[in-house]
C-alpha cells in the first residue's frame, strides 16, 4: 500500500483569510479550497490545525472508521453550551453508547410511522392558520412561517399533545442560544460575566430546563400512556439520569428544529421555482393524499411511501443545500483519508455541501433535478449513494434522518395540494449560516388558497410583507 501523502493546503499567506471566512462563509471557502487543492485539503496550524474532507470516496472511508478514531468533545465543540455537556452530540466513548441508544428506542420505525397523521394534521393547521390572515398582493416569508410549523411537530413529537400548548415558548427561549451559535467565535469565548450576550443565553437554557425538567417530574407522577411521546419513553426506558435526559430533550429540539425548518425554506424556494415542478406535486398530492378538500384520510407509511416525486425534490433540495455546509470531529488517532494523512488532534470538517456539488458522482452538479434520481444504473447509484450525505453516515449519523426526510416530504407534499406559491424573484437566494445553513432573506413568496387565483395577485410596488426576514 502507498504511504499516505500530506493533505494539500493553501501557502501560508493565504491561510489567514481563509480561517477568517470559513465562519462567516463556510460554503464560500470550501468550493474556493476545493477547487484548488482538491475535496481533501488541510488548512490552519498547530491546534488550530484542520482537514477539509469532501470527496466521497474519503467520506466513505470517514464513515466506516469506529467511534474511537474519533472526538466530539473537543475544544472548538461550542454545542454543548446550549444543548448542555451530557448531551449525545458532545459525548464521546461509553456514555456516547448508552445516551444515542436510549434515544435510539424512542426513534423507532413504529413510532415514526406513527407520528404521519399528526405532521399532515399540523401542516393543514399551518396552513389554516395562514390563509386566515392572507391579504390580497401581500408577501409571505414562508421560512418563518415553516419554522412555527417544523417546531410543532417537533415538540408534539417529543412532549406530546400537552406541552406542544407552550411552543411558541420554548421557540422563544430557543432563538437567542441558537442566533449565539451563529455568532463570531470571539463572542462564544467561555466567560462568567452577567450582562453579556452569554449570560442570557445561559438564562434561556435555565428557563427551558425549569419546563423540560418540570414535565420530567409530572410524567413520572403521572405517565400519560401516551406510546408515541419521546420523553416517556425516555423516561421507561430508564437508562438516563433526569439531568441527562433533559440534555437529550434539548438536543433533539436543538438538532431537529433550525435544520429541518432551513432545508424547508430550501425546498420551497427550489421546488417553486423550476417550471412546472408545483404541479407536478399538486398531481401525485392528490393522488395520493386525496382531494385537498379531504382532511380526513388518514396518511400512513404506505400514503408515505408513494410520494415519490415529493421525496426526490426533498433529497434534491438537501444534496444541494445541506443544513450542515460542513460537520467538525476531531480525529483522536492518525487517520488516512482519501490517501492523506491526517494527524491526531486535527480538526476534521467534513462537507455534504461538497460531496453533493461533486462533479464525478452527480452529472451537472449544480442543475436542481429532482429526476436525477429516476432509473439510475448500479454504477451511477452507488455513486449518489455515496455523495448523498447531508445527515451523515455510520455509528454518529444523524438520529432523525427518518423524522426529517418524513417531515420535508409530507409537508411539500400537502402545501402543494394546498396553495399556490409563487417566488418573489426567480434568483436562488445566497446561503448564509455556519452552523444551520439558511437561505438570505428567507424565503419570500406570493400565497393564494389553491384555485384563488385572482385575489392576491402581485401588483408591482408597495407590497407588504408577513413575517420577519430570514434570519
Ligand atoms: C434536514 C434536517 C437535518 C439534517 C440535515 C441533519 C443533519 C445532521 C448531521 C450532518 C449530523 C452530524 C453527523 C456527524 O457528525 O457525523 C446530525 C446529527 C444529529 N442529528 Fe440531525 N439533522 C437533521 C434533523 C434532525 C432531527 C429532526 C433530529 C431529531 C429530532 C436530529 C437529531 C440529531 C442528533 C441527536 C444528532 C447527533 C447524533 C450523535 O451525536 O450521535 N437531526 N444531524
Known amino acids: 500500500m502507498d504511504e499516505p501523502r500530506p493533505l494539500p493546503r493553501p501557502p501560508w499567506r493565504d491561510q489567514l483569510g481563509h480561517l477568517r471566512r470559513i465562519f462567516q462563509t463556510p460554503h464560500v471557502v470550501l468550493d474556493d479550497l ?42 472548538f465543540n461550542v454545542l454543548g453550551f446550549v444543548v448542555g455537556k451530557q448531551s449525545m452530540i458532545v459525548s464521546d466513548g461509553e ?8 434515544v435510539q428506542t424512542a426513534f423507532s420505525r413504529r413510532r415514526l410511522n406513527g407520528w404521519i397523521p399528526m405532521i399532515v394534521e399540523q401542516t393543514d393547521a399551518a396552513i389554516d392558520r395562514l390563509t386566515a390572515q392572507l391579504e390580497p398582493g401581500v408577501i409571505v416569508d ?12 417537533v415538540v408534539r413529537s417529543l412532549f406530546g399533545e400537552r406541552m406542544s400548548q407552550r411552543c411558541d415558548e420554548i421557540g422563544d427561549l430557543f432563538q437567542r442560544p441558537q442566533d449565539y451559535l451563529e455568532s463570531s467565535a470571539f463572542r462564544q469565548f467561555p466567560h462568567p460575566f452577567p450582562h453579556t450576550a452569554r449570560a442570557r443565553v445561559r438564562a434561556d437554557r435555565q428557563a427551558l430546563d425549569a419546563i423540560i425538567d418540570a414535565e420530567i417530574a409530572d410524567r413520572r407522577a403521572h405517565p400519560t400512556g401516551d406510546p408515541l411521546d419521546v420523553l416517556e419513553t425516555l423516561i421507561v426506558d430508564g437508562s438516563l439520569s433526569d439531568a441527562e435526559i433533559r440534555d437529550q430533550v434539548a438536543t433533539l429540539i436543538g ?37 385537498a378538500a379531504d382532511t380526513d384520510a388518514t396518511p400512513d407509511a404506505s400514503t408515505l411511501a408513494q410520494l415519490d416525486l415529493a421525496n426526490r425534490v426533498m ?11 460542513l460537520s467538525p470531529r476531531e480525529a483522536a488517532v492518525d487517520v488516512t483519508l482519501g490517501g ?14 461538497l460531496a453533493g456539488r461533486n462533479a464525478a458522482a452527480w452529472p451537472d452538479p449544480m442543475q436542481f433535478d429532482p429526476d436525477r434520481f429516476v432509473e439510475l444504473d448500479d454504477d451511477r447509484r452507488a455513486l449518489a449513494d455515496m455523495a448523498w450525505v447531508p445527515f451523515g453516515r455510520g455509528a454518529r449519523n444523524c438520529i432523525g434522518f427518518a423524522l426529517a426526510q418524513m417531515e420535508l416530504t409530507l409537508i411539500v407534499a400537502r402545501l402543494a395540494q394546498r396553495l399556490d406559491l409563487d417566488p418573489v424573484s426567480s434568483e436562488i437566494p445566497s446561503p448564509v449560516g455556519m452552523v444551520v445553513n439558511r437561505p438570505v432573506g428567507g424565503a419570500p413568496m406570493y400565497v393564494r388558497p389553491r384555485g384563488d387565483a385572482d385575489t392576491n395577485t402581485p401588483t408591482g410596488s408597495g407590497h407588504g410583507t408577513v413575517g420577519p426576514a430570514g434570519r
Open 315 to 325: 433529497r434534491e433540495t438537501v444534496r444541494l443545500h445541506p443544513a450542515g455546509v
Open 95 to 102: 456514555e456516547h453508547r448508552r445516551r444515542r441508544s436510549s
Open 34 to 75: 476545493s477547487a484548488e487543492y482538491g475535496p481533501v485539503c488541510g488548512l490552519g496550524a498547530g491546534p488550530a490545525r484542520m482537514a477539509i474532507v469532501g470527496d466521497p470516496e474519503a467520506l466513505r472511508e470517514l464513515f466506516a472508521m469506529p467511534n474511537a478514531s474519533f472526538r466530539w468533545n473537543h475544544k
Open 255 to 291: 438538532a431537529g428544529y433550525d435544520t429541518t425548518s432551513a432545508s424547508l425554506a430550501w425546498m420551497l424556494i427550489r421546488a417553486t421555482r423550476e417550471p412546472g415542478l408545483w404541479t407536478r406535486l399538486r398531481a401525485e398530492a392528490d393522488r395520493v393524499l386525496g382531494s
Open 340 to 353: 492523506y494523512l491526517i494527524p491526531t488532534g486535527t480538526l476534521i470538517l467534513w462537507s455534504a455541501h
Open 142 to 153: 414562508m421560512y418563518p412561517a415553516g419554522r412555527a410549523l417544523v417546531l410543532r411537530i
